[in-house]
């Protein structure tokens, strides 16, 4: 793992914003500690995965399950399944954004590159509008 705290790159951003879209028990307290957020990098194998740190001391704690149930599926330019992206949570705070591929590693995917699911919910996985 490399690397210090920094602010979120505007693709990490608009990933993480994403996943974080979709209601699910919990989503909340993470849309809370998303908010003033640092990551650092989370993986020496060259793939695009993220450590999450929110920056508040006492954040409010989410009570939603880990991996949360919304992902992302990342395609290629061909539209091919290529791998994917898992939010996980630790003690009821963000902890990483694993980005896992089916053979390479995979970098950090921009956000046009991903198809949303965020039907593990248990709801129909649609995004919040509000």
């Known amino acids: 793992m490399g690397g210090g705290l920094r602010d979120p790159t505007t693709a990490e951003r608009a990933l993480l914003d994403a996943l974080l879209s979709f209601d699910f028990e919990g989503v909340e ?9 640092k990551v650092s990098d989370g993986c020496t194998c060259g793939c695009g995965t ?19 149930p ?14 994917g992206l898992l939010l996980f949570l630790e003690q009821g705070r963000l902890s990483s954004l694993e980005v896992y ?30």
């Not at 307290?29 to 957020?37: E, S």
């Open 101 to 130: 591929s089916y053979d390479e590693p995979l970098a950090l995917p921009e956000p046009d590159h991903v198809i949303w699911d965020g039907a593990a919910a248990g709801g129909d996985g649609r995004a919040s509008t509000s």
């Open 29 to 37: 307290a993470l849309r809370v500690q998303a908010a003033g957020l």
């Open 50 to 68: 993220i450590n999450l740190f929110p920056s508040d001391a006492h954040p409010p704690l989410s009570d939603a399950r880990s991996p949360v």
């Open 70 to 83: 919304a992902e992302g599926r990342v395609v290629n330019g061909a539209g091919e399944d290529v791998g």
